[in-house]
């Protein structure tokens, strides 16, 4: 069966995100990086182009998602969906205003909703405000985010300034009335002119109500949350299977290896469990800077411990040494320097026959994902929440769990590969 959700994602770990929530409602996703050429995936339902789109100047963002669109209309997908972050991350310039508008003319439709709604991490939409925990949006930290600084929770009135188009709201209270009720207020809205229609949800099964009410919309947008209600659309309609297992992937064998670029907590807590139990080589930063061949290092004690357990190589530092690090670097220097080595060490070992990897950092793994020429990830299934298994395209098959900072429990490292099995 061909592709038949189409998905653009204004960044890496947002597209991840989605790909796993189509996953785990039954869709066979795969994940593109960056705006995707060539023939369509097989075996996928959904695809989500990944971009890095969020900050970039809105002209650039348009034609970029408007490149992904031109390739997924060619896959197949019959409608598209354009996923941005849950705390509705741009300033008056865009980038979801422009980008919506662009995706609606291309498409030749007339109306889209809003809806980041995601009430398990505590997002949730009231009146048109977007609520961060207990607190409105403009009172979070997303106050102070140094790029996309949310100073109004009003999306109806945030989304108002990014387009020249009407801005309307489809009420709580209808949504609590049921799918006919939101598809009704769709249509009062496009009738009186509106284009666009911020969505309020408080819970998942909103999210899934206004799926519902959203299938015959050929764009939808939202954050990961919006697609919870997305794939019963295309059951309903004998466009997917509906028994299938979605996340089953290739079974991959070759050596496994853990690389930690991420200092969070999390993943501290993480590396030290696998320690504890692994072989486990640590790049050092200021003797990398120094210009020693750490990479060629680490590459030489891997060869000799691979075969048997996995193996862990980190860069992972409590924040006194990061500092330390910084302060003698730069924070800047720093981060690429190491982002590099890293890179080129997980390059290194996939050539030694590496085919199990675990990346832990989210601008790690990107780094990781570029040095390895990774065009695409089928998804599979999480370990845990938000973390799946994927395995990538083309050749050689390598299979990659991707964490970003705070994800995953202490165990994450040493359980993973056991998932795999
Ligand atoms: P996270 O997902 O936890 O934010 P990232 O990989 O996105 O992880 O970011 C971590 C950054 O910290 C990277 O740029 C990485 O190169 C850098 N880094 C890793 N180890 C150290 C260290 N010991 N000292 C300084 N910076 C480090």
Not at 72 to 78: E, F, I, K, M, N
Not at 225 to 242: S, V, Y
Not at 261 to 271: D, E, I, M, P
Request: hydrophobic share 50%; charged share 20%.
């Amino acid at each position: 069966m061909p592709v038949v959700l189409g998905a653009i994602a204004d960044d890496f770990t947002g597209a991840t995100d989605l790909a796993n929530t189509l996953v785990r409602e039954g869709m066979r996703t795969v994940q593109l990086i960056g705006v995707a050429s060539g023939d369509a995936p097989a075996d996928a339902d959904a695809v989500v182009v990944a971009l890095k789109s969020r900050t970039i100047p809105a002209p650039a963002a348009v034609d970029q998602s408007l490149a992904a669109l031109a390739f997924l209309r060619q896959a197949g997908a019959r409608q598209i969906l354009f996923k941005y972050c849950s705390t509705f991350d741009s300033t008056d310039r865009g980038n979801i205003g422009p980008v919506a508008d662009a995706l609606l003319a291309a498409l030749d439709a007339e109306f889209t909703i809003f809806c980041p709604a995601f009430p398990e991490n505590g997002r949730t939409i009231y009146h048109g405000y977007l609520f961060v925990g207990d607190v409105l949006l403009s009172e979070s930290s997303m106050q102070d985010h140094p790029l996309t600084p949310m100073r109004d929770a009003n999306l109806v009135r945030v989304l108002g300034r990014q387009t020249p188009h009407k801005v309307g709201l489809v009420p709580l209270a209808a949504v609590l009335r049921g799918p006919d009720a939101v598809r009704a207020d769709f249509m009062r809205l496009s009738r009186g002119g509106y284009r666009h229609a911020v969505v309020d949800a408080v819970r998942d099964v909103d999210l899934r109500t206004i799926g519902a009410a959203a299938a015959d919309l050929r764009l939808v947008t939202g954050g990961s949350g919006i697609a919870l209600g997305l794939p019963e659309n295309f059951r309903r309609a004998g466009l997917i299977e509906r028994a299938q297992r979605a996340d089953l992937l290739p079974s991959v064998r070759g050596d496994a290896a853990v690389i930690s670029g991420s200092c969070s907590a999390a993943t501290l807590a993480q590396a030290a469990a696998m320690r504890a139990v692994h072989p486990t080589f640590d790049v050092n930063p200021l003797a990398l800077a120094a210009g020693e061949p750490i990479v060629a290092h680490a590459l030489e004690w891997a060869e000799s411990r691979l075969g048997g357990t996995p193996v862990l190589i980190t860069a992972s530092a409590p924040p006194d040494q990061v500092r330390a690090v910084q302060e003698r670097l730069g924070r800047e220097r720093a981060g690429s320097l190491i982002e590099a080595a890293l890179a080129a060490i997980a390059r290194g070992l996939v050539g030694l026959g590496v085919r199990r990897l675990v990346v832990a950092g989210g601008e790690t793994a990107g780094a990781v994902v570029q040095a390895l020429g990774i065009t695409g990830l089928r998804i599979g299934s999480q370990i845990d929440p938000g973390v799946p298994w994927t395995v990538s395209l083309g050749e050689p098959t390598i299979a990659l769990a991707l964490k970003s900072g705070n994800f995953g429990r202490e165990d994450f490292f040493v359980r993973a590969f056991t998932c795999l099995d």
